[in-house]
């Protein structure tokens, strides 16, 4: 069972030091990383669901990218929508691993 507590706790983490000593904007495009765990995995089927959500995809060898945004740059709106795109893949075998703001 996926620990959603200690994966919010780790986006909060990784936003304050992302924060520490940077200028960090006041919006901007986030991109979500998710990793396929399947062989077989369903790229159309889970990158559809993300769309339905608003999330541009792309994928490249195992990993998934959800991108959102622009979108308010503080950890609970990061959070919010890490959430949302990880209640949609994790149905199809794909985990977090992590984010960043794109360039």
């Not at 990784?14 to 077989?40: H, L, N, Q």
Request: cysteine-free.
């Amino acid at each position: 069972m996926h620990d959603y507590r200690e994966q919010r706790a780790d986006t909060f983490e990784t936003f304050a030091k992302v924060g520490s000593g940077v200028k960090v904007p006041k919006v901007s495009v986030v991109v979500y990383e998710f990793v396929a765990e399947e062989v077989d995995t369903k790229w159309v089927e889970v990158q559809s669901a993300l769309q339905a959500k608003g999330f541009e995809t792309r994928h490249k060898g195992d990993i998934l990218q959800a991108r959102i945004g622009p979108i308010a740059i503080d950890a609970e709106t990061i959070w919010k929508w890490e959430e949302i795109a990880t209640r949609i893949v994790l149905p199809f075998e794909f985990y977090p691993d992590g984010w960043e703001l794109d360039d």
